[in-house]
C-alpha cells in the first residue's frame, strides 16, 4: 500500500504554507454558494475532504449545520480546536470507506480534493456515488478538479496523454511521496457523473483561489473545471 503524506507533520506544514492564499478567500466562496444554493440555517452541508475545515468552519459560522470528513487526522485535529462551539461534526475516515448516515442540502469537494487522487476511473465513480448517496432530493453538489485539456495544451511533460494522469511528487526530511492524479475533460466528467446517478448543471473555469464566485465561462486554458449539480433521476 503507497504510504500517505496526510499525517506526516512536515509535509502538513509545507501544504499549509502553500495553501494560505486559500483563506483570504474562503469567507466569500462560502457566503457566494450560500446564496447560490439559497441555503438557510439549519441545513445541512457535507464537505468531502475537507482538510483542516476553512470551508466546514465558514459554513458553521452562518447557521449550517456541517459535517467534514478527511483522511488526515492532524488535519481533523486542526480542525477541531479552531470549531470549539460551532455546529461541526468531523469524522476523520478515508471518504472511499466512509458511509453516509444522513442526507444533506449541499455536498462539496472543492479544490482538487479526492477526486482523480483515488486510484482512476472506476473508483472515482464510486467516490461520486458516495455523494449522490448522502444528497437531499433537492440536494446540490460543488466539485473542482484540474483541467486535463489545460496540461496538454501547455505540453507539460509531467503529463501522460495517454493515461490523463501527471505524477505528483513530493520529496523533504528524508520522505518521498509520489502518487498518479487522474485529469478530466468535462465531457468525461458528465459521463462519469451521469453513471453515478448526477447530474452536472453548470461548468465553469477557473485560475485562482476565489475564481468560483466569478463564473467564468471554461475553456481549455483554465487551471481548474468548477462542476455545479445535483441528483440525477430517472
Known amino acids: 500500500m503507497r504510504e500517505s503524506p496526510w499525517n506526516d507533520r512536515n509535509y502538513i506544514e509545507e501544504y499549509l504554507l502553500h495553501n494560505r492564499k486559500y483563506d483570504s478567500v474562503t469567507g466569500e466562496e462560502v457566503d457566494y454558494l450560500i446564496k447560490r444554493f439559497n441555503l438557510k440555517k439549519g441545513m445541512r452541508v457535507l464537505d468531502l475532504g475537507c482538510g483542516y475545515g476553512r470551508h466546514s468552519i465558514e459554513f458553521a459560522k452562518r447557521g449550517m449545520r456541517v459535517t467534514g470528513v478527511d483522511i488526515s487526522e492532524e488535519f481533523i485535529r486542526m480542525a477541531g480546536q479552531k470549531s470549539q462551539g460551532l455546529d461541526i461534526e468531523w469524522i476523520n ?24 487522487e483515488v486510484g482512476g476511473v472506476e473508483r472515482d465513480i464510486m467516490f461520486l456515488k458516495k455523494i449522490r448517496d448522502a444528497l437531499d432530493t433537492k440536494g446540490h453538489f460543488v466539485i473542482t478538479t484540474l483541467n486535463a485539456y489545460r496540461q496538454a495544451w501547455m505540453g507539460n511533460e509531467k503529463f501522460n496523454p495517454v493515461k490523463s494522469e501527471i505524477i505528483w511528487r513530493w520529496a523533504g526530511k528524508g ?9 478530466y475533460t ?29 463564473e467564468y465561462s471554461f475553456n481549455v486554458k483554465h487551471i481548474e473545471i468548477i462542476l455545479f449539480g445535483a441528483g ?3
Not at 520522505?175 to 485529469?183: N, S, W
Not at 468525461?188 to 448526477?198: I, P, Q, R
Open 232 to 234: 440525477y433521476y430517472y
Open 175 to 183: 520522505k518521498i511521496y509520489q502518487a498518479p492524479v487522474r485529469l
Open 93 to 116: 475516515e478515508d471518504v472511499m470507506v466512509w458511509k453516509a448516515r444522513k442526507k444533506f442540502d449541499l455536498v462539496i469537494n472543492m479544490y482538487t480534493s479526492i477526486l482523480g
Open 186 to 214: 468535462p465531457m468525461e466528467l458528465f459521463h462519469m457523473c451521469k453513471a453515478a446517478g448526477l447530474e452536472i448543471t453548470h461548468v465553469y473555469g477557473g485560475d485562482r483561489p476565489g475564481d468560483i464566485v466569478k
